[in-house]
């Protein structure tokens, strides 16, 4: 089968499409004919072994990409399933999380996939795993967002932003999208009710209060960050950092757990929402918004497998409209 391999850490034109053996599925696995993957900032933390902290985690791999196979979000149809796989059948079409997903196939255990609503194509479908789990936790789950609060989602036109501006909304929440202007229109479609163009305002100046924030760039500090709180409200870390740094993320996250110990509002961090985070019950409610139509994947771009290279260039450059997928046929 084709796949996209990462044979050593660097920037994505280490990427290479190559012929591999196509896996199978062991007792309690489930084998997924791969027909779009999403790319998404995982993929180039994991492809560049950035932050260096996260290979002694043994997050990443310490000498070399710990997943040869690059990818982790997909749609597909299940072509089999191991002994011990109650629910799932060949013929099923699915979304998730599925190691290896930039492939034709890709072999994954059951309570990481959720069945594809009908409503959506295998692109929108793979679009929603990582980064519509990540949103709904940082709004519902983490942020605890309650109908009439006032919201801000920095980077609301990225990947997560975009959902999370939409999980927010059917909350009932006022929410203010922060992004730049070529975004605008798209968040305010989403239903935002404000709009911030970052380079023109600085939205942590102080004189906008919001109950919930959710960074998802991490372009500032949490000391800075929590000027645009309410006295009791809640930021939500989700982001911060660059390849090659030693910390990247963990470091702005880690730096907003200390600062929460001597401040009045609350400071929180996202788990990532990666393989060993999710759970059948993040996949369940996010299909259901899916399926019932409340929350949208909003794709800014495909491109075929064998241009997997220049879709994780895309979005480590940091400016990606919505999500970014890769179609397999």
Not at 135 to 146: E, F, H, K, M, Y
Not at 278 to 297: H, I, M, N, Q, Y
Request: glycine share 12%.
């Amino acid at each position: 089968m084709k796949a996209i391999v990462q044979d050593r850490f660097g920037p994505p034109d280490t990427l290479r499409l190559t012929d591999v053996h196509r896996p199978e599925p062991a007792a309690g696995q489930v084998l997924v004919r791969v027909r779009a993957a999403a790319v998404n900032p995982y993929d180039w933390h994991m492809l560049r072994g950035d932050p260096y902290a996260a290979r002694l985690l043994g997050g990443v791999g310490l000498t070399r990409p710990k997943q040869r196979v690059a990818g982790i979000d997909a749609a597909g149809v299940v072509m089999a399933v191991g002994a011990g796989v109650p629910g799932l059948s060949p013929g099923d079409e699915v979304l998730g999380f599925c190691p290896g997903a930039f492939a034709e196939y890709a072999v994954t255990t059951p309570d990481l996939l959720a069945r594809k609503p009908e409503n959506l194509t295998f692109e929108q479908a793979a679009a929603a795993p990582m980064a519509a789990v990540t949103a709904l936790r940082g709004i519902s789950t983490v942020g605890r967002v309650r109908a009439g609060q006032s919201v801000l989602v920095n980077g609301a036109g990225g990947g997560i932003g975009t959902f999370a501006v939409q999980v927010a909304v059917s909350l009932g929440a006022e929410v203010t999208g922060v992004c730049g202007p070529d975004k605008a229109d798209l968040v305010r479609s989403l239903g935002a009710a404000h709009v911030v163009d970052h380079t023109r305002e600085d939205w942590t100046d102080g004189r906008r209060h919001h109950d919930v924030i959710l960074d998802n760039v991490g372009d500032r500090p949490p000391s800075r960050t929590r000027r645009a709180l309410t006295p009791r409200g809640t930021l939500v870390v989700n982001g911060g950092g660059s390849p090659g740094r030693v910390f990247g993320a963990i470091g702005a996250m880690l730096g907003a757990l200390a600062l929460n110990a001597v401040v009045r509002q609350r400071l929180a961090v996202i788990l990532p929402a990666a393989p060993s985070g999710p759970t059948r019950a993040d996949l369940t409610a996010v299909t259901e918004l899916l399926g019932s139509g409340r929350l949208t994947p909003v794709i800014g771009r495909t491109y075929p497998l064998a241009a997997a290279a220049e879709a994780v260039l895309h979005v480590e450059q940091g400016h990606a409209l919505g999500k970014t997928v890769l179609t397999v046929r």
